[in-house]
């Protein structure tokens, strides 16, 4: 065996232990795994504290979308809210859906979910104290009257007249006349 001189070897500690002299290679090969093994942990720690700061910056984001969508959820609870009450509204013959909405507003919350049976408890209640929002109950309307009629069939003699009268003046009520004499004639 080639002995080893002093200048391979790693210092050797001396004393009762009994260490082992180790070879300047090696230690030197132990020594740089130690060096790359340092910097892994180091760029797995700073990859760590990314993916710590990116978490939390999704936890945010996170936290604001489910913000928006409680607000988005209370704007179309509101919307549905006041489509039912203007439908169940005119569904009950109310004359001034505004002036109604508004007075039904003070009276149940919007702006809660409500069933279309609290919707209708409360319209109906309204319309009790306030019986004017409700269209008055209105009789049949008479039948339109007749105008009068001429005894005798008109003639062609009336009828050039009122043609000619017509284009002279260009009147309204000439005009009108004469085309009552013509509808009388198409009719006789």
Excluded: C, W
Aim: glycine share 4%; charged share 30%; net charge negative.
């Amino acid at each position: 065996m080639p002995q080893e001189t002093t200048e391979n070897l790693a210092p050797q500690e001396t004393g009762e232990t009994g260490a082992k002299q180790v070879p300047v290679a090696e230690a030197i090969k132990y020594r740089r795994r130690a060096q790359q093994a340092e910097s892994q942990i180091q760029q797995l720690t700073e990859q760590l504290d990314q993916l710590r700061s990116d978490v939390a910056a999704g936890s945010e984001q996170l936290a604001t979308a489910e913000a928006q969508r409680d607000e988005a959820r209370a704007q179309l609870t509101v919307t549905e809210n006041r489509l039912a009450v203007e439908r169940l509204l005119s569904e009950a013959g109310v004359v001034d859906l505004e002036a109604a909405s508004t007075l039904l507003s003070e009276r149940i919350d919007v702006e809660e979910q409500l069933g279309p049976d609290a919707i209708a408890e409360g319209i109906e209640q309204l319309l009790v104290d306030k019986p004017f929002l409700r269209a008055a109950s209105t009789a049949p309307l008479p039948p339109a009257t007749a105008s009068e009629r001429p005894d005798r069939p008109t003639t062609t003699g009336q009828l050039a007249s009122a043609a000619a009268k017509a284009a002279h003046t260009g009147d309204r009520k000439d005009v009108a006349e004469y085309l009552r004499l013509r509808r009388q004639a198409a009719i006789a």
